[in-house]
T-cell receptor, first 114, second 106 residues
Framework: NAGVTQTPKFQVLKTGQSMTLQCAQD?????MYWYRQDPGMGLRLIYY???????DKGEVPNGYNVSRLNKREFSLRLESAAPSQTSVYFC?????????????FGPGTRLTVL | KNEVEQSPQNLTAQEGEFITINCSYS?????LHWLQQHPGGGIVSLFM???GKKKHGRLIATINIQEKHSSLHITASHPRDSAVYIC????????FGTGTSLTVIP
């Protein structure tokens, strides 16, 4: 039981390059989330998926797209990376929408955009 | 405007001390979460509460809905408690505090 896994762990991109961050959970959770964490700021929600087949914008969605591929997997895509997207990205999942459900976090992806 | 404020931002304690971390919030909520972020970066959920008090081992979390305030207490602190503790509240969305960095010295 791996919980929430993320790939890659580290990535360096040049401005304008694209990439996809992968996330998978094996807990049969309905809801999944993508957050970014920047120094001096709290975690900020980028996108979330309340259930398979649905996705919704969070607080900071600009410059990102997501795909809920199936119940297990939720990917985050940067179409044209910018230095402002340098951050640590966390994927999380919960049984239902996370207000009243415990969230389980992946180990994070540290992304640097040059 | 920060919907969630934590204090202190940084805290250093001697092993064995009783520690309190505070969280105040300004929005209506249905639940409050305390998270722990390890030095390596991983985040785990410690507590989820909507009223009263919860206890897990040496950790105690309380919430006062009327005062919009929560506290996380660590009794008999240990160096392995060194981490960043994050308060998060859920109203119509999640709001996260910036965290309290705790260092426990042997």
């Amino acid at each position: 039981n791996a919980g929430v896994t993320q790939t890659p762990k580290f990535q360096v991109l040049k401005t304008g390059q694209s990439m996809t961050l992968q996330c998978a959970q094996d807990m049969n959770h309905n809801s999944m989330y993508w957050y970014r964490q920047d120094p001096g700021m709290g975690l900020r929600l980028i996108y979330y998926s309340a259930s398979e087949g649905t996705t919704d914008k969070g607080e900071v969605p600009n410059g990102y797209n997501v795909s809920r591929l199936n119940k297990r997997e939720f990917s985050l895509r940067l179409e044209s990376a910018a230095p402002s997207q340098t951050s640590v990205y966390f994927c999380a999942s919960s049984e239902g929408l996370a207000g009243n459900n415990e969230q389980f976090f992946g180990p994070g992806t540290r992304l640097t955009v040059l | 405007k920060n919907e969630v404020e934590q204090s202190p931002q940084n805290l250093t304690a001697q092993e064995g001390e009783f520690i309190t971390i505070n969280c105040s919030y300004s929005v209506g909520i249905s639940a409050l979460h305390w998270l722990q972020q390890h030095p390596g970066g991983g985040i785990v959920s410690l507590f989820m509460l909507s009223s009263g008090k919860k206890k897990h081992g040496r950790l105690i979390a309380t919430i006062n809905i009327q005062e919009k305030h929560s506290s996380l207490h660590i009794t008999a602190s240990h160096p392995r408690d060194s981490a960043v503790y994050i308060c998060a509240v859920y109203g119509n969305q999640f709001y996260f505090g910036t965290g309290t960095s705790l260092t426990v010295i042997p």
